[in-house]
């Protein structure tokens, strides 16, 4: 399997709002976006612009887990491989909470 060499970025919460707007502005700027959401179905026009889609569940561990693990495997930057996470897009917290962290403290930051 080619590995990828782009910089990987994995964004939370893409099926609407800022999550959305977020991985598609990164994409459009040369970043290989992995876009998120519980359902994959719902951010299918972002695979069509290009990113790659993943199902997460912040809430879960397993989930998270899951997809840290899948961008590790498809890159050369081991054992980390996402540069950047955005994460908690527009949660309900004061000014959203979105969380811009490098991967090797991914898992526990989207736990925030």
């Known amino acids: 399997m080619a590995r990828d060499t782009a910089r990987p970025v994995l964004v939370t919460g893409c099926s609407s709002g800022i999550g959305h707007a977020t991985a598609l502005h990164l994409q459009t700027h040369g970043w290989l976006v992995y876009a998120t959401a519980r359902h994959v179905e719902a951010i299918a026009d972002l695979a069509a612009a290009g990113c790659r889609v993943l199902p997460l569940d912040v809430t879960d561990d397993d989930s998270m887990t ?30 959203g909470a979105t969380v811009l962290t490098a991967m090797p403290r991914a898992p526990s930051s989207l736990a925030i």
């Open 66 to 95: 899951g997809a840290v693990r899948a961008i590790e495997q498809a890159h050369v930057l081991q054992p980390v491989a996402a540069q950047l996470v955005v994460g908690e897009c527009g949660r309900d917290r004061p000014l």
